[in-house]
């Protein structure tokens, strides 16, 4: 088996393990996230923005008014858009640490 073979195995294995384990919000928008591609500190400023208590009741709100808030507030084009960054962003933390 080549390097590139077991690297290509190490992020499979990592992925499935990920998978199995549920990853917090504040795991994945971190504050140096949220200061980087947001106009907010941190994610409990983004939230209190919408007017949401915690991320189910942001998760809660019509995708209209999520994706129409996350265009004007940040650097995304949508919540999809943030959400495939954040984890993007973790992965790649979690992959620099193995």
Request: aromatic fraction near 14%; charged fraction near 20%.
């Amino acid at each position: 088996m080549n390097s590139e073979d077991l690297f290509k195995l190490r992020l499979e294995m990592m992925a499935q393990k990920q998978a199995k384990q549920a990853v917090a919000y504040q795991d994945l928008f971190t504050p140096q996230f949220m200061q980087t591609n947001t106009k907010f500190a941190n994610f409990n400023f983004f939230m209190k923005a919408l007017k949401v208590k915690d991320f189910e009741a942001l998760t809660s709100l019509p995708s209209t008014k999520l994706d129409s808030f996350v265009k004007a507030e940040t650097e995304f084009n949508n919540w999809e858009q943030m959400q495939a960054a954040a984890v993007n962003g973790y992965m790649t933390k979690i992959l620099n640490q193995q």
